[in-house]
């Protein structure tokens, strides 16, 4: 049980960064990025593939975020000429092509096996004190940038990205650099789900494709949708509930006599019926942002 809870606040937490990465492009700018989790597969891929070739951990991670804030800034030019919703499936595409990259190029991501025995930062500790070193470590950066994310959300550039996301046109007249704003709205969300994937990949000793399928992306906005987008404290809840789903499934699968499928079907069934009996009776989520509570 120790290692069971330990194990899913570690994996709660790294959810909860990727979730932050997102309500700043969904939340405060309105971006619908249908392919975020790509950003989280970049992070997990390069710490994989710098520790292969004999690179630090730290140094992985930071190759990860820089790789993704690149990503991040082709993706936010990608978007001058398309209307919001083709912009959302033009990102659906991209982070369907990284992962056909990564289940092919066997000689970099080692295919549909991905990349095996990724040390974690804490190895050399002895157990369980470098799980709980590590779930601390992670824990801690889910505050800080919960904090950073709240600063932001207030701040000039906060701001700026809502009148952007509420009145563009407005927005625009107010001098407003509008594909900037958007540029640098998807590279700050990037950054920060890349550093969710290094440390998910450090978590599971592994990086494979696994990580790069649209369903986490689903999973990301559910989170966003059923706590409340575009508000940190929202956010955070809406990880909690959806954590603990994951967590109540394992023990209906051996009360029950379920086999691994059908778990799964469970799963993602609750979460299905959860953000949809959101939509139906609280639209803005369980703690909506102040502006959309108001409108």
């Not at 710490?47 to 690179?55: F, M, N, Q």
């Not at 990880?239 to 799964?264: C, E, N, T, Y």
């Amino acid at each position: 049980m120790f290692d069971f809870l330990t194990y899913l606040l570690t994996i709660g937490g790294i959810y909860a960064i990727m979730a932050l990465g997102l309500n700043i492009q969904a939340g405060y700018g309105g971006l619908l990025n249908f392919g975020h989790i790509a950003f989280a597969g970049i992070g997990a891929y390069a710490t994989g593939i710098a520790h292969a070739r004999g690179w630090p951990v730290p140094a992985g991670m930071a190759l990860g975020m820089a790789l993704a804030t690149a990503l991040g800034w082709c993706i936010g030019r990608l978007g001058r000429r398309l209307a919001a919703d083709y912009w959302g499936i033009a990102t659906l595409a991209v982070a369907e092509i990284l992962r056909t990259v990564a289940l092919n190029e066997d000689w970099l991501t080692g295919g549909a096996n991905g990349i095996s025995a990724i040390p974690g930062l804490f190895e050399n500790q002895p157990r369980p004190w470098n799980e709980l070193l590590f779930m601390a470590l992670v824990l801690g950066l889910v505050a800080l940038l919960a904090w950073l994310s709240a600063r932001l959300g207030d701040g000039r550039f906060g701001r700026a990205i809502r009148l952007m996301r509420e009145q563009p046109q407005l927005a625009a007249c107010m001098g407003y650099d509008l594909q900037s704003l958007k540029t640098r709205t998807v590279m700050s969300g990037a950054a920060v789900t890349a550093l969710a994937g290094s440390l998910y990949a450090l978590q599971m000793n592994f990086a494979g494709p696994e990580f790069l399928l649209a369903a986490e992306t689903f999973v990301l906005w559910t989170m966003l949708m059923v706590g409340g987008i575009g508000r940190t404290a929202g956010v955070l809840l809406g990880v909690v509930l959806l954590q603990a789903v994951h967590a109540f499934v394992p023990f209906a699968k051996d009360m029950l006599g379920f086999d691994s499928d059908r778990a799964g079907a469970l799963r993602l069934g609750m979460i299905g019926l959860i953000l949809l009996a959101c939509l139906l009776l609280r639209r803005e989520g369980l703690l909506p942002e102040k502006l959309r509570a108001s409108a």
